[in-house]
């Protein structure tokens, strides 16, 4: 029986999950169990986790009763939480089990940007979700990493966009574009939680990890470098952003989220790291400062890639 401390990441399978299991694996100080819903154990991205060494547990949070939730994470050291955004409230069970079964450390599914309460729904949920880790007395660590690189550069070439609107808004540029963001390639995510997760001076602490901050324009930069010289951009109002919010608010469009995001990153500007350490947005620690010796991946490297 292994002696190492046991990592269960719930959600393991997909993007964020998938990068963090993969990162946890390669520092092989942890034993790391994924719980896949039933219908997900054939799936390409649960086969390739068990391939590099996990788990794989059969288990559904949402048909389980909390005697059978606590049972199964009991055991567990550290609870890592990558769910997709729309079930985050099976979060709250999920808390209830591993604080009865003794769970040293929690980490729910935030992995997003920082921000105040009331601009962001999606955000709003997860700040829920972090006051009922507080309020239960679990140790926990809550980490944002900013946007994925693999989600935001500027799209030049229509069959590449992930989904067709994307196209076009991708390439929206608010007041000119000069407002900083930071961004996280996908994979460094997993590298920074990997490490977050061992370190005493994370717990109970809110963590920001970061790769770059840039802003619009220099997106554009690397749009007409490596994709097309020629591309066209949409410049943007506040006003017009706020009019797509409303919109799609009022016809309960699916693309609130990203619109919300682009008011939080591009016209607030709450997604840097001078503003995740403002008490008020959570007073985070920085990755920068923890783990100075860590490399990440610039952005440019991955705009090559990504335009060619
Ligand atoms: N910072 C950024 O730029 C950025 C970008 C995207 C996402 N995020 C955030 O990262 C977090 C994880 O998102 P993700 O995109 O990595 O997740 P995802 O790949 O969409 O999904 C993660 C896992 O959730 C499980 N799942 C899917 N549908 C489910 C359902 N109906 N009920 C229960 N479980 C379900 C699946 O696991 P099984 O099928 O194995 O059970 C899936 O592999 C979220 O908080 C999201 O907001 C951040």
Redo the contacts with the bound molecule.
């Keep these: 029986m292994s002696t190492l401390p046991t990592v269960l990441v719930?959600?393991?399978?997909?993007?964020?999950?998938a990068s963090i299991v993969a990162a946890l694996l390669e520092r092989e100080e942890f034993e790391v169990k994924?719980?896949?819903?039933p219908?997900?154990i054939n799936?390409p991205?649960?086969i390739e986790l068990q391939k590099k060494g996990a788990t794989i547990l059969p288990f559904?949070?949402?048909s389980s009763s909390s005697d059978v939730l606590q049972e199964f994470v009991s055991g567990a050291d550290t609870i890592i939480c990558?769910?997709?955004?729309?079930?985050?409230s099976?979060q709250y069970k999920l808390i209830d089990a591993a604080k009865s079964a003794g769970v040293e450390r929690f980490v729910p599914?935030?992995?997003?940007?920082p921000g105040r309460r009331g601009v962001r729904k999606?955000h709003d949920q997860?700040l829920d979700v972090r006051e009922y880790v507080k309020a239960s007395g679990i140790g926990y660590t809550f980490i944002?990493?900013?946007?994925?690189y693999q989600?935001?550069l500027m799209y030049t070439d229509v069959k590449k966009a992930y989904v067709p609107w994307l196209y076009e808004a991708s390439r929206y540029v608010y007041n000119g574009g000069v407002v900083k963001t930071a961004y996280?390639d996908l994979a460094d995510i997993g590298k920074f939680v990997a490490r977050i997760v061992t370190d005493p001076r994370t717990l109970n602490q809110y963590v920001f990890a970061w790769g770059e901050e840039i802003t619009q324009q220099d997106l554009l930069k690397y749009a007409q470098k490596y994709g097309n010289p020629n591309v066209e951009i949409f410049p943007k109002s506040t006003t017009d952003l706020e009019s797509l919010i409303a919109e799609a608010k009022e016809k309960k469009l699916g693309t609130l989220a990203y619109w919300d995001y682009h008011y939080s990153m591009w016209v607030l500007g709450e997604n840097t790291v001078e503003m995740a350490k403002l008490p008020e947005l959570g007073g985070a620690l920085d990755t920068r400062e923890l783990y100075p010796d860590m490399e990440v991946r610039p952005l440019e490297d991955y705009a090559i890639e990504f335009y060619r």
């Excluded at 599914?109 to 940007?113: E, M, N, Q, Y």
């Excluded at 944002?144 to 994925?148: P, Y």
């Design positions: 719930f959600g393991g399978s997909g993007l964020t999950g994924v719980p896949v819903r219908s997900s799936k991205s649960t559904d949070i949402a990558a769910i997709v955004f729309t079930q985050l099976l599914c935030d992995f997003g940007t999606l997860k944002d990493v900013g946007f994925w989600l935001h996280t």
